[in-house]
């Protein structure tokens, strides 16, 4: 990303997506099993079987279950799209918005580099790259912010409840990045410091090598679910679970 004043201010008065994963587990070889988003009132909630075998501790913490190749969430049936369909679904929700910058907690470090392997596995890396305009991670920003608070975790559901004095449903992507985009707001970070935190797919952390193998995608099952939903407010509901930074 381009460093000078102008170009930094200009980068960063795109509209903002607020984005998050749900995974079979936290290794950088696991697969995605929801994608959400949210910008405003327009949100994007998507599910995907997954290809390999959900880790009993994700299991545990996101209530996501997979049984003869249906996905279950808190033992509920869940409507699910293939990876390309949430992918490509992904792209036209940023695309609709107009190149923004795409936020999220800790999302250098596991979330991006999983999404890049995604895309790249899809060919549809060229698609993404063109629909944003960077990536800000808001885990580095919260804490150059909030520095001086002495706060001992920088943990979303952490800064959610120290600062917004709530408690929210945490490891629901959806729920996630709703209290992210009120997080957000509450933390009112400058252009520069904006900036200063952004990046792009290819300065991930941890960036996992990429196969030549085409993913051949989980099975589709009947009764899908709209590929976006529009949403006129931004909600931070009740609840106990806690999100870490991964």
Known sequence: MKTSDSDGDEK???????????????GQSCDIVQLAAV????????????RCRMQRGASKVTGFRVHRRRLYLHRQLVPTNSLREVLVS????????????????NIRRFDCPLLARALDELDLRAEFESAVSGCVDTLPLARELLKDRGLQSFRQTNLVRELLGVDYKAHDAL?????????????????????RHGFTLDT??????VSS???????ELPGQRPLWENRQTVKVSDGKEEKATR
């Not at 036209?92 to 999220?104: C, N, S, Y």
């Not at 009120?182 to 410091?193: F, G, H, N, R």
């Not at 991930?204 to 090598?209: D, G, L, V, W």
């Open 204 to 209: 991930t952390e941890n960036k996992p090598a």
């Open 90 to 105: 992904f792209v036209a929700f940023l695309q609709m918005l107009g190149r923004p910058l795409v936020l999220g907690h």
């Open 39 to 50: 910008s405003g009132g327009h949100s994007l909630n998507l599910y995907v079987v997954p």
């Open 213 to 219: 193998v085409k993913n051949k995608g989980p099975c």
């Open 12 to 26: 960063c008065q795109h509209p903002l997506v607020f984005f998050d994963l749900e995974t079979t587990g936290l």
């Open 175 to 195: 729920e996630d990045v709703r209290a992210l985009q009120v997080l957000y707001s509450a933390l009112q970070p400058t252009a520069e410091v904006i900036c």
